[in-house]
């Protein structure tokens, strides 16, 4: 067997400056989905050059899973005090609430400074340094590589929320720890789901790859049930959502189950189609097989309406 070498490239060899080259590369949608990967967030580009006053942030995306605003700040070079600087004004003007640095080179104050913004903001807000670097095996084309060198801590994030379970009612405190069990359910065994961090509720998101459109675990300790819908909130929800029952229903009860729900919610602006099922969501000891339905059904639907709702 041959093997080759890994060869380091400048990555100024594929990109000569920030604003004409690097940044319209990092916008096309298979680029933000490799970026996306490798924090676990899915993407969507909402504008290049993004005005802020009299400034421009570099590329302003939303994350699916819920609308929220992320702002990328490129740099090919080693990090510096100018582009921190610019990143915290743009991430208030932008109201964003997950930021992304990504620079040739972050310098170890530079570091500590992300890791010190992960640690006094709340779980709500993100923030990750990332190296951008460039390789060749042989005569192979150039490949980039994203290198995480900073970002959030959920672990010690999840630590405070529940050091902070105490001021919760016993349902709150439930959800929370029954969506944390379910997080933990899913990576252990390796979905490709993409998982809202847990909170005190009675639902959890799960991003879909399209702003607007995003799916929700629903589980009720008062009524014993759990449910997957997927939501729509788009600007023209209600005709979307007949465009996708017209074209799709019949194909989804073979593709997800005959007892799926279509339901238009006429007097209100969402509309949305689930799956129910009864269950006790106290029982501890069953977790692990609702967990299971989750999953599963969270899987089904992620495959069958993620090309599908892209199109409309």
């Known amino acids: 067997m041959k093997i080759g070498q890994l060869n380091k490239l400048d990555i100024r060899e594929l ?13 096309q949608e298979e680029n933000l989905k490799q970026l996306g990967d490798v924090i676990s967030v899915d993407l969507e580009l909402v504008q290049q050059e993004k005005n802020v006053g009299p400034f421009r942030a570099d590329i302003l995306c939303k994350s699916t899973i819920d609308d929220s605003y992320v702002l990328i700040e ?18 208030a003007g932008l109201d964003a ?18 890791d010190w913004l992960n640690r006094i903001t709340d779980e709500k807000f993100n923030f990750f340094g990332i190296e951008i670097e460039a390789y060749k095996i042989g005569d192979s084309l150039p490949a980039p590589l994203f ?29 929370l720890d029954y969506w944390t ?10 979905t490709f789901l993409r998982h809202q961090k847990p909170q005190p509720q009675h639902w959890t998101n799960f991003a879909l790859g399209k702003s607007h459109f995003h799916m929700s675990a629903v589980s009720s300790v008062r009524e014993n049930f759990l449910r997957v819908e997927l939501l729509i909130n788009a600007e023209k929800s209600k005709e979307v959502f007949r465009l996708l029952q017209e074209k799709y229903q019949e194909a989804s009860y073979e593709h997800i189950s ?15 189609v689930y799956l129910r099922r009864d269950a006790k969501v106290n029982s501890i000891q069953d977790w692990p097989n609702q967990h ?19 199109l409309v």
């Open 147 to 175: 290198q995480i060198v900073s970002k959030p801590n959920d672990w010690s994030r999840t630590i405070k929320t529940a050091a902070t379970s105490q001021n919760l009612t016993d349902a709150k405190s439930l959800n």
């Open 97 to 114: 609430v997950t930021v992304i640095w990504i620079a040739k080179e972050f310098t170890e104050e530079h570091r500590a400074t992300i």
């Open 74 to 91: 490129n740099q090919l070079e080693k990090t510096d005090h100018t582009h921190l600087g610019q990143i915290l004004t743009y991430a």
């Open 258 to 272: 005959p007892d799926l729900v279509w339901d238009e919610l006429p007097d209100k602006k969402v509309s949305i």
């Open 15 to 27: 990109w000569k400056g920030e604003a004409q080259d690097f940044t319209p590369w990092l916008a």
């Open 181 to 190: 069990a379910m997080k933990k359910y899913f990576e252990e065994k390796g």
């Open 292 to 310: 299971q339905w989750f999953m599963e059904t969270l899987e089904k639907m992620d495959r069958f309406f993620r090309d599908k709702i892209r």
